[in-house]
Nanobody
Framework: QVQLVESGGGLVRPGTFVTLTCAISGTNFSPDAVGWYRQAPGQGREMVARFAGAVIMYGDSVKGRFTITRDYSKNTVYLQMNDLKPDDTGVYFC?????????WGRGTQVTVAS
């Protein structure tokens, strides 16, 4: 059973940085696509950063501030978030696609406030 577990969230001040980690377990295969989504209070889920094969995509609001990386040997995906803003507040979810199967983690809360 594939599982995705996010970690690294918390309460952070504007202008600072935080790194989120998504650990993928239950499989020896790397996902076909993997990335991060977020959901702000009262809002829908939006794509933040994503690997789709060799292509990396970022949401417009995070371009230049966030960086997604992955460690194939650990089947782990990271999201480095710099220059955080209050609008970055939300629950951050890891998502992985293995063929036709789509998996989500339970999410980690990031709150940006002074």
């Amino acid at each position: 059973q594939v599982q995705l577990v996010e970690s690294g969230g918390g309460l952070v001040r504007p202008g600072t940085f935080v790194t989120l980690t998504c650990a993928i377990s239950g499989t020896n295969f790397s996902p076909d696509a993997v990335g991060w989504y977020r959901q702000a209070p009262g809002q829908g889920r939006e794509m933040v950063a994503r690997f789709a094969g060799a292509v990396i995509m970022y949401g417009d609001s995070v371009k230049g501030r966030f960086t997604i990386t992955r460690d194939y040997s650990k089947n782990t995906v990271y999201l480095q978030m710099n220059d955080l803003k209050p609008d970055d507040t939300g629950v951050y979810f890891c998502n992985a696609l293995f063929g036709p199967s789509n998996y989500w983690g339970r999410g980690t809360q990031v709150t940006v406030a002074s």
